[in-house]
């Protein structure tokens, strides 16, 4: 009894593409965004800074290009001890995505933030939802 042949793939077999995409690929699209999209290091380094983010760091008296390559932490100590390090912690150390809201006392606004894994590190994006939340009340 000899080996039997292996049938040729069927379409649904076939080796479908892999998409490739750069980080930077990536943060050169998110530049349109109009949230502020970061992009972070494993240890809470900024790597990337879009447009919108940068705006919104200009706002809060920081200076975007001096953050790169900086700590969440450094740059933003009083964010220590929030729900924002808490869950910063969880997607860094987890690698899960998160989403929370924050009150940030420096400028007294509110903020939504999503997170997602992105190796290594984590891209995150905020919006300023001052104006949504008081308009709710």
């Not at 706002?59 to 001890?81: C, N, Q």
């Not at 808490?86 to 940030?104: A, G, K, S, T, V």
């Not at 999503?114 to 891209?123: D, E, V």
Request: overall charge negative.
């Amino acid at each position: 009894m000899g080996a039997m042949p292996i049938p040729p793939p069927r379409p649904d077999d076939a080796p479908k593409p892999k998409l490739s995409i750069t980080t930077a690929d990536l943060m050169a699209v998110l530049e349109g965004v109009t949230d502020g999209v970061v992009r972070l290091d494993r240890a809470a380094n900024y790597m990337s800074i879009n447009g919108a983010a940068a705006e919104i760091f200009t706002r809060l008296g920081r200076d975007p290009d001096a953050m790169i390559g900086e700590s969440v932490w450094t740059v933003f100590p009083d964010l220590k001890g929030t729900i924002v390090e808490r869950e910063l912690r969880r997607l860094l150390e987890d690698d899960i995505p998160i989403q929370c809201e924050f009150h940030y006392p420096a400028d007294k606004d509110r903020y939504e933030m999503q997170g997602f894994p992105c190796s290594p590190g984590a891209i995150l994006i905020f919006r300023d939802i001052t104006h949504r939340k008081t308009n709710a009340v």
